[in-house]
Structures are given as C-alpha cells and as structure tokens.
C-alpha cells in the first residue's frame, strides 16, 4: 500500500516515508527541513507559512508516493 498523504500529514512522517521528498518542500522554499520544528508541523501549516496551495503540494507528494 502507498504512503498517502493529506492535509494534516505531519511533514516528518512524510520525511520518515522517503527523504527524497525534500525537494518537493524545498521548492516552495521551505529549507529547514530536518530542524525539529519542522518535523511537526503538518502540510497545511507549512504551507500556510510559504504561502503556497496545501492541495498543489499534497497532490504532488502523493503523485511521488503513488497514492
């Protein structure tokens, strides 16, 4: 079964699936990656915070995952 990923996935589970996902998050200029408090937070409040489309990157992440 795929890794699939909403709204509300916790960035590090989704780090902790596939690590090369981090290009997804560094594009929308999210480059703190592996510091603790972003681990925890979900992928609508990062997005929230870079001002990008929670539903653009949740979309690609589950293209990536094959969700």
Do not use: W
């Amino acid at each position: 079964m795929a890794f699939k990923v909403d709204k509300d996935t916790v960035i590090g589970d989704i780090m902790d699936a596939d690590e090369t996902t981090a290009e997804y998050f560094m594009e929308m200029g999210m480059h703190c990656l592996f510091c603790p408090a972003s681990r925890g937070e979900t992928v609508e409040q990062a997005c929230e915070v870079h001002g990008v489309s929670p539903d653009e990157l949740v979309a690609k992440l589950n293209k990536h995952f094959g969700a």
